[in-house]
């Protein structure tokens, strides 16, 4: 039990923000957090934490905060009845808003969504959730949307990250989460990240790389333009858009054709390798020679063998981020890794294996309780698969979707085609959002309800290695969790008997009864008893550090290849044909990712004046060699749309006719110039690679 009022105390925790989940410190006074530092102990955090961890706390008792619900005039207005009833219980908050108690704002929202509900039916309502959140509330936000509104639509910000990892993972082991705690990188004789800025989105992992690298020479970085990381490799490959499967299928090539695979392995822990072995050598992508065509990277046809064989007769581990998921091809490109481990033995042991480094603090989590369309908790099957995001956009449009409950999730800004999605909004009878600030999709909300952050409540979160932290408050909030909320609604709903829950304990009992395979035996007493070193799921009478050790999660307990050739295309399509590199403003190939100092839409973060002041606009990295031909300001624009005026800088980073740009401030509207092109297998948007032109401004 804490003491929020009073002397300086300290209060163990874990961080907010992303999913490498480092265990924290915060020294708390008069229900302030003063501070936040890293346990020197932390299994995780190993005494450090980065900028974000260390000051990203102002958000908590930020004066921006939602404390009081705010439903729309307009809304009012076009449902007269609903006025009517409440309006003794309705008083003015601004020219736009009226406010109420949480109360009223449930009951409001509930009648309007019994009233969408009777009148369209279940499954024209929807459910978006973010990751930032406790998997109580992510259980309770499915359970709310597939059992009270009866609808199976439901999805989570994994749509835009990490689904194709799960995908491309599930298919071919069985499992779609990390195979081993970070701490095995110390165990590990060689290291490839590929499609991951580690330093800047998950900086205490990139710690333990980085230790590495400077004392064992084993690391080889493969990314588009040349991150921090790259630096102390060994094998520092910068490769060309859109290549990741290509460069994948070529190390499997390399590493068949010389036959430095583990014949024991193979035999005995997968299937399928022979015909998988054909395919490969008889690929013309996949051998090596292929790339000495691609004028300006040559050197890979060297590169690439060099670390295909170095990963292969060695205990390796492949780290992997949005790099390889944001892509037409990211799920096959999650596979072609698989196969690399599959083959040469490198999973299933310690210092060895397979680590996706997944985005939000909670992401792991939100998926482990079925906030996805096609997966209820614990990965089963739900009863009726729901529509993916993209999809539910669509029928946005259709007029199939009338009503949508956001919970976290920015999706007019972070997810792509936003004038597509805007449009799609504006057709909705009713949007409700649950939320710590006024972020661009709130502001356009009919309801917007404040909830209680990461640091006010009680909850457990699973971080990128299958670790679980039930994390205590720091500070005492009047606000409500989110899946009180929730389980306010439901009531409201009529569906009281299945929302029974009083306290978040009783929604985690809960969910261990129905996904057994991971929680059964994670009851909150023993994760509070084993805080310091964390439990790993699948919880037992034990848990599990490292995954798949006698055999693989797949039914026959088999691993699987499922070869997919490389199509040829965009980037590199150009440069076989001569058309890439001319002084033309169009045809620049742009890819986004994340900076250090913020966290997604920067929602909380920038509420801490020098993370905000470190980055407090996106600016556009281009090749000091397209210095002269358009300026420091520029316009992007694609098929789909313009993003607003940005800054540019030049930099040695990014090859020619490639760009770099972050997409933390919704004011700069970057993922309009994305459109619907996403993963072919799971609609992950292809934000790591769109073409599109140049409009310099101010130059007339
Ligand atoms: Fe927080 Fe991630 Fe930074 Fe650790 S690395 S302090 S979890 S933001």
Redesign the pocket.
């Known amino acids: 039990t804490k003491k929020f009022d009073g002397e300086k105390q300290d209060i163990e925790s874990?961080?907010?923000?992303?999913?490498?989940?480092?265990d924290?410190t915060a020294q708390v006074e008069n229900n302030k957090i003063v501070k936040i530092y890293?346990q020197k102990d932390g299994v995780?955090?190993q005494g450090?934490?980065?900028?974000?961890?260390?000051y990203?706390y102002d958000f908590v008792d930020s004066k921006n905060r939602i404390r009081e619900p705010r439903i729309k005039k307009s809304f009012l207005e076009k449902n007269p009845t609903l006025a009517q009833k409440y309006a003794g219980k309705l008083s003015e908050f601004s020219a736009e808003y009226m406010t109420c108690d949480v109360d009223t704002a449930t009951s409001i929202a509930a009648e309007k969504l019994q009233e969408v509900k009777e009148t369209f039916g279940g499954d024209s309502f929807c459910a978006i959730g973010g990751a930032r959140t406790s998997c109580e509330s992510a259980y309770s936000f499915q359970k709310f949307c597939r059992e009270t509104m009866e609808s199976p639509h439901v999805d989570n910000c994994a749509r835009v990250c990490h689904s194709p990892s799960l995908k491309g993972m599930r298919t071919t082991i069985g499992e779609g989460a990390a195979t081993n705690p970070y701490n095995d990188i110390y165990e590990t004789e060689f290291m490839v990240v590929i499609g991951s800025n580690t330093m800047e989105a998950?900086?205490?992992?990139a710690n333990r790389i980085i230790d590495m690298a400077r004392t064992h020479n084993n690391l080889a970085v493969i990314d588009v333009r040349e991150t921090k990381l790259a630096k102390l490799a060994k094998h520092n490959c910068i490769i060309p858009y859109e290549t990741n499967l290509l460069v994948l299928n070529m190390m499997a090539h390399v590493i068949i054709n010389e036959e430095l695979y583990d014949e024991s392995f193979i035999a005995n822990r997968t299937k399928g390798f022979d015909e998988f072995k054909e395919k490969i050598l008889n690929d013309p992508y996949a051998n090596p020679k292929f790339m000495e065509k691609i004028e300006g990277y040559e050197y890979l046809a060297k590169m690439i063998p060099n670390i295909a064989r170095e990963y292969a007769v060695k205990k390796s581990m492949i780290f992997w981020g949005l790099g390889i998921t944001e892509h037409l091809d990211g799920s096959y490109a999650v596979m072609a890794i698989t196969h690399l481990a599959l083959m040469t033995g490198n999973v299933g042991k310690t210092g060895a294996g397979l680590m996706p480094l997944r985005g939000q603090?909670n992401v792991q989590g939100a998926c482990d309780m079925g906030c996805l369309p096609y997966f209820a908790p614990d990965y089963q099957q739900p009863k009726v698969e729901g529509l993916m995001t993209p999809q539910l956009v669509d029928a946005m449009l259709d007029g199939k979707i009338k009503a949508l409950l956001n919970m976290g999730e920015d999706i007019t800004h972070i997810h792509p085609n936003l004038n597509k999605i805007d449009k799609a909004i504006e057709q909705l009878e009713f949007l409700m959002v649950q939320e710590l600030f006024m972020t661009d999709i709130a502001q356009r909300a009919d309801i917007v309800i404040g909830v209680r952050s990461a640091y006010e409540k009680t909850g457990v979160y699973v971080?990128a290695m299958r670790r679980l932290h039930l994390s205590q408050p720091l500070v005492k909030s009047d606000l409500p969790d989110d899946w009180e909320v929730l389980t306010e609604m439901a009531k409201k709903l009529g569906d009281g008997e299945n929302f029974d829950f009083k306290t978040s304990e009783d929604v985690w009992n809960e969910v261990r009864k129905v996904a057994p395979r991971r929680f059964s035996g994670a009851d909150y007493y023993r994760l509070e008893r084993h805080r310091k070193r964390g439990m790993q799921w699948p919880i037992y009478h034990e848990d599990t550090p490292v995954l798949h050790l006698l055999d693989f999660r797949t039914e026959d307990g088999l691993g699987k290849y499922v070869y997919k050739q490389y199509q040829l295309r965009g980037m590199v399509q150009s440069i076989l044909e001569k058309t890439f590199f001319d002084d033309s403003l169009n045809g620049f190939y742009l890819t986004t990712g994340r900076t250090l100092a913020h966290?997604n839409n920067a929602a909380q973060t920038k509420q801490t004046e020098s993370l905000y002041s470190k980055h407090s606009e996106d600016v556009v990295l281009a090749s000091v060699e397209d210095e002269g031909k358009f300026g420091d300001k520029i316009i992007l624009k694609s098929e789909y749309g313009e993003s607003e005026a940005l800054t540019v800088k030049y930099t040695d980073k990014v090859k020619p006719k490639t760009l770099f740009c972050t997409f933390h401030h919704a004011k700069s509207r970057i993922n309009a110039v994305f459109g619907d092109e996403s993963d072919e297998l799971i609609l992950t948007a292809r934000f790591k690679s769109v073409k599109v032109d140049i409009l310099p401004v101010g130059d007339e």
Do not use: F, Q
Request: proline fraction near 4%; glycine fraction near 14%; aromatic fraction near 8%.
């Open positions: 874990v961080c907010t923000y992303c999913g490498v989940g480092c924290i890293a995780v955090s450090k934490l980065c900028i974000k961890g260390k990203g998950h900086p205490i992992i603090n971080n966290y």
